[in-house]
Structure formats: C-alpha cells, structure tokens
C-alpha cells in the first residue's frame, strides 16, 4: 500500500485514490471514467485507460494490483458519473475511505431521493426493502458521529414535491434531534434501535400521501371540504401501509400518525392534546412544517428559514422547546 505521505496533497484535490471496492463495482472491461496510475519515481499521475475505451484482461489484472497498492486515480472532474454510481450501491460509501465528506452527502442526496421517490411511485415492500436498507446506510453512516447529518442540510431541495419534501424533513429531523440530544449522543445514550426507527418515521411521515390523489396534492387552489377530508386522511393511510408492511416500530407510527396533530387538539387525525402527544410525533411535527415552509410549494413561495423557524416559536400548538431547539440549530449551522 503507497504511504499517504508519498501522495502529494496537490494532487489529491484534483484527483481521487480509488478503492478496489469501488473499482470492482464498476463494469470492469468498461468503466464509465477516465483512470489514472500514479508513477512513484516523477510523484504524478498518468493516464491508465480513457473512457470509451476497453481494457484488456492482462490490464484488469495490472489494475487490480495497483488499486491495491494504492496507485490507481480517478478524476475529480468525474464526480458526477461516481456519485450517480455509487449512489445505486450506497453501502459503498460505508467501506470508502477516500471520499470526502461532502461527496458522501451528494451520493446520500441523489440515492434517497430518487429511493424515496420510487417508493411513493409504487409503495410495495420490495421496493420499500430497498429504500430501508439505503436509510440504514445513512443511519450506520451518522450514528458513527452525528455531526455528519449537518453536511446533508446544505443540500435540502427548494423546489416541492412529495419525495423532495420527505427527503428534506428527514434531514432536518435527524439535524434537530442530534442537536436536541446532542449530550447524549456524546454520552453514548442514545439507542441505535430507537435512532432507525425514528429516521424511518421523518422520512416517511407523509407515505400515506401516496393514497391521494396526484391533482390534489398539487392543487393550488383551496382544497373543498370534500377535497380536504381526502388529504386529511394520509396519516391513516400511512399507518394502514405500515400495518401491510409489518413495520410495527413506535417512533416510525409516531411520526406518520402525529406529525398534523397539535397541542390545542386542533390537529388530526386523532385530535389528540399535548400530554398524549410523544416526543417523536412532536418532532415531526415542527419538522414538516418547517420542511414544507422553506420549500416554493404550488400554494406558497418559499420562506427564509430563520423566519419559517421564528414563526413556529411563536405558535403555542407546536412544541415550543423543540421550536425553540430548531432556531438555535440554524443560528449554529449559520457559524459554520
Ligand atoms: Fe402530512
Ligand atoms: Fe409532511
């Protein structure tokens, strides 16, 4: 294995140490990127095989010799093409040491959402399975240290959709529950089961939207009470899908059947009141209305997040400790 000292660090902005992992996960007589050897006596790189060309197999064999030596490069000019490939095989990201933080967060971004997006396309368990296992790569990739989750919330969407809108409210969930539990996190205190169970939740708590119709989620104009009533069965969709998929978790029911419930018992479905309410369904309730304030939607132009945040301080049907926890995470994310 070449030492990292013997890799100057010029080159290792401009280029990227590729794994025998990540090598082996593409097609191997046609891989989609330029390669790159590193030649030790001149301390650069060289060109190994160009994109569009075939390699042989007395190649594939000098390759894999010097991917394992730590020899082999890819262009970081080729970004886009690996972290569309990696994010169809997310666990990749957990086995790579040499991508940097904020490509993680690229590849986490495109897989979820084009997952997510699937999913409420066709909610059916097998391609539910698929997007479990891709939340658990995100959670196994977090849990390791919680402040990774901040580098996802410089990539929330701005535009709305429903997949959009579930990505966006599991990234600022998970950022304001590590904030919120940030001592426990430090402490060790915070159980695994509980953290997948509740990342689960936030970014599936609108599932039960899939049960309605496309032309009135989009629908610009105010909802008929008819209308209304349709909407405002989602959670109970949600939790009927859950039931189909035997996923019996608390903190996830939590989520998909509080998160419109409010304080005041002005919510639904249950209008339950503050005391019945768990902490889970509280979270994800301040979480989607944020999430979906920040967002152009067909009804509303998007809203400065500070602002967004501010008002929901100031309504006394959510959570305040947990309105108030959000504002003091964006007044932190902001410094940094
Ligand atoms: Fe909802
Ligand atoms: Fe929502």
Do not use: W
């Amino acid at each position: 294995m070449a030492k990292t000292s013997e890799i100057p660090d010029a080159l290792n902005e401009e280029y990227y140490q590729i794994s025998a992992d990540i090598l082996g996960s593409f097609n191997k007589y046609r891989p989609p990127i330029n390669i790159y050897r590193f030649v030790e006596n001149v301390a650069r790189v060289a060109p190994f095989y160009r994109k569009g060309g075939r390699l042989t197999n007395e190649q594939i064999e000098e390759l894999a010799q010097m991917v394992n030596d730590g020899l082999v490069f890819v262009s970081r000019e080729d970004h886009p093409v690996y972290v569309k490939h990696i994010s169809y095989q997310l666990d990749l990201v957990l086995v790579d040491k040499n991508l940097k933080e904020r490509e993680i967060a690229d590849i986490f971004t495109q897989a979820l959402t084009r997952r997510i997006g699937e999913f409420m396309e066709q909610p059916v368990k097998i391609v539910f399975d698929k997007l479990y296992s891709d939340l658990m790569v995100l959670t196994e990739y977090i849990f390791q240290d919680i402040h990774r989750i901040r580098a996802l919330f410089r990539r929330l969407h701005t535009e709305h959709s429903l997949e959009n809108h579930s990505f966006n409210s599991g990234v600022v969930g998970l950022n304001l529950f590590g904030s919120i539990k940030a001592r426990d996190f430090e402490e060790g205190g915070v159980k695994r089961k509980m953290f997948d169970n509740l990342t689960l939740g936030l970014f599936l708590h609108d599932m039960g939207m899939t049960k309605v119709a496309k032309f009135l989620r989009d629908k610009t104009q105010a909802l008929t009470q008819e209308e209304r009533q349709k909407v405002t069965m989602h959670p109970k969709s949600g939790l009927d899908m859950l039931n189909k998929l035997e996923i019996k978790f608390p903190e996830t029911l939590a989520c998909v059947m509080e998160h419109h419930e409010r304080l005041n018992r002005t919510g639904y479905p249950q209008k339950k009141g503050a005391e019945e309410l768990s902490f889970e369904g509280k979270l994800c309730a301040v979480v989607d209305s944020f999430s979906a304030m920040i967002t152009k939607r067909p009804y509303a132009e998007a809203m400065d997040q500070m602002k967004a945040s501010a008002t929901l301080t100031k309504d006394p049907t959510y959570d305040k400790k947990i309105a108030d926890a959000l504002q003091v995470m964006l007044v932190q994310l902001m410094k940094l």
